[in-house]
C-alpha cells in the first residue's frame, strides 16, 4: 500500500468536500485548523498517515529484498544464512626494552596497550592475550594482543606508534612492525552484504549447486568471497576457492570450517574440497602529474590508495576478465582528483593474467607525483 502522508491525506478530503457540497450549491469556505471542520479533517489526516506508514514498513520488511535490521535477519535465516559479527583484530606486538635484560621479566596477560591518543584523547587498546617472558640478555620478545574493541577500527597500520597503558616493569616501549602474524577484524556484516548473500542462497537452494557452493562458503566467518571451480580436479570434483577477510589467503583453521559446512550439506557424491589460493603479488610502479593547485605528494599518495583498492577488489582469478592491464592502472590513476596525467606505470610492463586458483594482493606500489 502507498504510504499517504498527512497533508496529502487532508488535501484530498478537503477537495472531496467541496466537490460533493458543490454538486448541492453548498460550500464551506474555513478549513483552517481552527475551525471546526479543520480539526476533524486534521485528526482523521494524521491517522491515515500513521496507518499507511505502518504499513508501508510493514510491507518493506516483509520481503528480503527491502528488509533492514532484525527483520532482515529474520528472513535471511530462513534460508540458513546468518549475519556475521564483527571480530577482535589480533596482532604480535614486539616489547622491547633499550639495553638487554638482566633476568626474565614477565609481561603478565592482560596488560594493556594503547595508540597514541588522537586529537580528543582517544586511543585503540589491545590486551596482552598470555603470559610472556623476555629472556635473559633480549631486548625484543613478540606478544600476542587482542583488541578490546572489536571491528576494523582495530587493524591498525604497521609502524603506528603505540605506548603501554599497563606498567611492565623492566620494559621500555612496544612496537608493531609485522602484521603477517595477524588476524584483522572485521565489522559486522552490512545490511547490504547480508541480503545479497542471502539473495545468493535463496537462487541456489538446490544443494551442490555452484550457487549453494558459493554461498555455503561464503556464510563462514572468515570468509569474504568464494570461487568454484566444477571438475577442477577432473569428473565428480568440485574445487572451492575462498578468499581471507581483506583480500587475505584464508588460515588453515578458516579452511577446515569451511570445509566442515561443505560436507555437512554437499551431495555425498561430490569430491568438494576447500583450497586457498595462491597469492600473487602486483608490484606497481607509476609516475603522476598533479593539476595546478594540487600537492604532487599527497595526489601520489591518493592515487597509490586507488591503486591497492583496485588491485585487492579484483579477487580470486583476477576479476571477471582474469587479466589486470596496465590501461586499467592508468584508469585508475586518472580517476582521482587532482590528477592531471598518468603515464604508463613502468611496473607492471605488460598485461598480467591470473589463472582461477590465483589471488592477486598488493605488492610494492611506488606513485611519484610532480
Known sequence: MEHINFSDAL?????????????????????SSSSVI??????????????????????????????????LDNKANDFGITRKQATYAQWTFV??????????ITIPAGSLITTQPDSSGTGITYTVD???????GSTKVNIPVTCTVAGTQGNIAVGTQLLWASAVPGIDGVEFDDSSNGTPAIDTETDDALRARALAAFKGLSISTTNWYTSTAESVTGVSSALVVPQGRGPGTVDIYIVGDGNTVPSDTIIANTQTVIDAGRVITDD?????????????????KATAGYDPDETAVQVQ???????????????????????????????VTGVANAAAPTVPSSD?????SQLPIVGNVQVTGS
Not at 488535501?11 to 478549513?31: E, R, W
Not at 598470555?130 to 635473559?136: E, F, K
Not at 590508495?305 to 586518472?334: D, F, K, M, R
Request: no cysteine; aromatic share 6%; glycine share 8%.
Open 352 to 356: 598480467i593474467t591470473f589463472t582461477q
Open 130 to 136: 598470555t603470559d610472556t617472558q623476555l629472556p635473559i
Open 95 to 104: 616489547a622491547t626494552k633499550e639495553v638487554p635484560s638482566q633476568s626474565i
Open 38 to 71: 479543520g480539526v476533524i479533517l486534521a485528526a482523521i489526516a494524521s491517522v491515515v498517515d500513521e496507518l499507511t506508514t505502518a504499513i508501508s514498513v510493514a510491507q518493506q520488511q516483509a520481503y528480503l529484498a527491502t528488509a533492514t535490521g532484525t527483520n
Open 272 to 288: 568438494a574440497k576447500v583450497f586457498a589460493p595462491s597469492p600473487v603479488s602486483v608490484d606497481v610502479t607509476m609516475t603522476i
Open 305 to 335: 590508495t586507488a591503486i591497492e583498492n583496485y588491485i585487492s577488489g579484483l579477487g580470486i582469478g583476477g576479476g571477471i576478465n582474469g587479466t589486470l592491464y596496465v590501461s586499467q592502472l592508468q584508469a585508475v590513476a586518472l580517476g
Open 11 to 31: 488535501s484530498t478530503m478537503v477537495s472531496f468536500i467541496q466537490s460533493g457540497l458543490a454538486s448541492i450549491g453548498k460550500k464551506i469556505t474555513d478549513y
